[in-house]
């Protein structure tokens, strides 16, 4: 059966490998910007680029253009510095500029202002401070604030992506579960195993993940603290463990297991009392559950009707209906952050694209233009999609907009890499 083929394969993936961020489509209408060079008060050389680590995240966005530095008429540091008519010529919108400072020892202060040309007017300024080892992250959370600021939406260069990759060929596979930042840097590697690793889940407070390991030669489910690296293993029931999902209170886990009768069905799983509540149980394949955003609903792959379609079920219990109706096959789906769209991998005339299904009416936007698209998470803003592809026989990660007009494309140097799942909002 193609959806448990597609469910429980593992492709060969690689870790210790720097992702590359490649935009391949743009929004037609991307803002013209200039971030000018930041300046650098301290000791000794600049220890970070902050202008161009800026310049990436918005330019990753796809709704902004930034002009590059060698095209610039002027390189001013603070805003009483700015020439308006220098920037208006180049037909730049919005100017940032700033300074990187050192403060004490290993304290630093990213000083910056975000200016509107065609009014000469101050949107944004801000002082941001870092230590000189999260001087990426604190510029990320710039990137926020500035994109933020210009969209009246939440930025979401400051989170992270976990996803999981594989070395070599069997039997001598590699398997690895990383967290980066979103932009693919800074990677983590929180488990590191020689028996498959699957199905990585974000806690709702982005402090823990849950996923599914075989180190024991069979499926169990592990939930593990990023900041400790502590785990406990919730799950290792008789048959399979799998597609672990977090209730939004962060209290309860959707599961997929056989248990001992060897069909797939949906349990929840309270954390704390271990309590184990079964939702469906039918002679069919029911998995990939994920919850609404209220907590109220899940919903769930199931070929109960044939062939694989997206299901929800009450979390309590009760009447099962049928979401998606077109086409043969829907799969894998993730709730969008304004609880309006459901994103699926679906069958587009035998190729495995990236879709989206909206809740209200049920009509289906195809995003992505694929053979093998799969695991779609939505990033906490709801802007985009991070997802699996293959591209010249190599496992990437890429993104999409969910209006389908920007795609991003974060490859590997080597082998293969599956299964992102975006981070939700962290607290700073």
């Known amino acids: 059966m193609k959806f448990c083929a597609v469910l429980f394969c593992l492709f060969a993936a690689v870790t210790n490998a720097e992702l590359r961020i490649k935009v391949i489509g743009g929004a037609e209408q991307a803002v013209p910007i200039a971030i000018v060079p930041f300046g650098w008060q301290g000791a000794g050389a600049k220890p970070f680029d902050v202008s161009q680590t800026l310049s990436n995240d918005l330019a990753n966005s796809g709704r902004f253009n930034p002009l590059p530095p060698d095209e610039m008429l002027e390189r001013p540091l603070t805003g009483r510095d700015i020439d308006f008519e220098d920037w208006r010529i180049l037909g730049i919108e919005v100017v940032i500029v700033g300074q990187l400072l050192q403060t004490g020892n290993d304290e630093y202060t990213i000083q910056f202002q975000l200016f509107d040309v065609f009014r000469g007017k101050q949107l944004l300024g801000y002082r941001q401070p870092s230590t000189g080892k999260q001087l990426r992250r604190a510029t990320h959370l710039v990137a926020d604030m500035i994109y933020q600021e210009l969209t009246g939406i939440r930025g979401i260069f400051s989170t992270r992506i976990a996803y999981i990759t594989v070395e070599g060929k069997p039997p001598d596979q590699r398997f690895r579960l990383i967290v980066a930042d979103a932009d693919g840097e800074n990677e983590r590697i929180l488990v590191d195993s020689n028996e498959p690793l699957m199905s990585p889940a974000w806690s709702p407070d982005g402090r823990k993940l849950a996923y599914v390991s075989f180190e024991k030669q069979q499926s169990e489910i ?36 056989s248990k001992t009768e060897g069909n797939l069905d949906i349990y929840i799983l309270d954390l704390q009392s271990q309590m184990l509540t079964r939702l469906t149980n039918r002679a069919s394949i029911d998995t990939e559950a994920t919850w609404s955003k209220d907590g109220n609903m899940i919903y769930f792959t199931s070929d109960r009707a044939g062939q694989p379609q997206i299901y929800r079920i009450p979390a309590r219990g009760g009447k099962v209906s049928r979401v998606s109706f077109e086409g043969t096959y829907n799969a894998r789906p993730r709730i969008s952050p304004s609880a309006e769209q459901v994103a699926v991998v679906h069958n587009d005339r035998g190729n495995y694209r990236i879709g989206l299904i909206g809740l209200d009416q049920g009509f289906m936007q195809v995003l992505t233009k694929g053979s ?57």
């Open 372 to 428: 093998l698209d799969e695991s779609p998470s939505f990033a906490p803003n709801g802007e985009s999609l991070i997802y699996a592809t293959r591209d010249r026989q190599q496992g990437v990660l890429a993104t999409v907009s969910v209006d389908g007009r920007t795609h991003r494309r974060i490859s590997v140097v080597r082998g293969d890499v599956r299964e992102p799942a975006w981070s939700p909002f962290v607290r700073n």
């Open 222 to 257: 592990y939930v593990q603290t990023l900041r400790s690296g502590a785990r406990k293993r919730v799950s290792s029931r008789a048959g399979v463990n799998g597609s672990p999902a977090w209730s939004p209170d962060g209290r309860k886990l959707a599961l997929t297991l």
